[in-house]
């Protein structure tokens, strides 16, 4: 199993929309969580941390499963400027942060 | 907003030959991370540093590869001997802290190119 996997997409979806984006990991001792997004040929930029709680940043939901492993993406009111690749990282070790990423979703936000 | 910067930006080399890239991470930062981009593939692990020292490697990290905190604000990636495969976006990285919620800021990149 990978250490970190999502699913690729493409998510292709209206403006104003709701979308969702998975991510599963596979290792239980993992502590720390973040979604990054990633532009084309740009470097990743942190997009929100994820808390046990599960957190709220505007219009984006992140969550976090550690039962079955898995953090999500939510993000309503889709706009045009989503559109990006959306990277999950995942630290390899609970003591580390040593992040591991998944291949990315690539949504497109259209008009 | 402090930032993590690389330099050169774009690298031609022929294979064969060694490249250093070149990191100043951000200033307060004590963690460093050397990340790499294959174009159209994920963002692959390659090494964490601190206190001088390796930290963790990635099996990619073989014995062509090389860091180094030559002074109290530059870390360099240095790859000896490089091979057509290394062609990629590199991407040094720098947290404040090694545990918790201390996020990697990364820098935008050096593109290498080996021909």
């Known amino acids: 199993r990978k250490e970190v996997e999502q699913d690729p997409g493409p998510f292709n979806v209206p403006e104003g929309a709701t979308v969702a984006f998975n991510c599963t990991y596979s290792?239980?001792?993992?502590?720390?969580f973040f979604w990054y997004r990633q532009d084309c040929r740009k470097e990743p930029k942190l997009l929100m941390s994820?808390?046990?709680s599960g957190n709220e940043d505007g219009r984006f939901t992140a969550q976090l499963n550690r039962a079955s492993q898995y953090i999500s993406l939510l993000i309503r009111d889709s706009k045009l400027s989503d559109s990006a690749t959306y990277l999950c990282?995942?630290?390899?070790?609970?003591?580390?942060?040593?992040?591991?990423f998944g291949a990315g979703t690539r949504l497109t936000v259209k008009p | 907003e402090p930032e993590v910067t690389q330099t050169p930006s774009h690298q031609v080399t022929q294979m064969g030959q060694e490249v250093i890239l070149r990191c100043v991470p951000i200033?307060?930062?004590?963690?460093f991370y050397w990340y790499r981009q294959i174009l159209g593939q994920k963002v692959e692990f390659l090494v964490s540093?601190?206190?001088?020292?390796?930290?963790?490697k990635s099996e990619i990290f073989d014995d062509q590869f090389s860091v180094e905190r030559p002074d109290g604000s530059n870390f360099t990636l240095k790859i000896r001997s490089t091979k057509l495969e290394d062609s990629a976006m590199y991407f040094c990285?720098?947290?404040?802290?090694?545990?918790?919620?201390?996020?990697?800021?990364f820098g935008n990149g050096t593109r290498l190119t080996v021909t």
């Open positions: 990282a995942v630290n390899s070790r609970g003591n580390n942060n040593d992040m591991r």
């Open positions: 290792n239980s001792a993992s502590q720390s």
């Open positions: 994820v808390y046990s």
């Open positions: 540093f601190y206190n001088n020292e390796i930290s963790e």
């Open positions: 200033s307060n930062h004590l963690y």
């Open positions: 990285a720098s947290s404040e802290l090694n545990r918790g919620l201390s996020p990697l800021h």
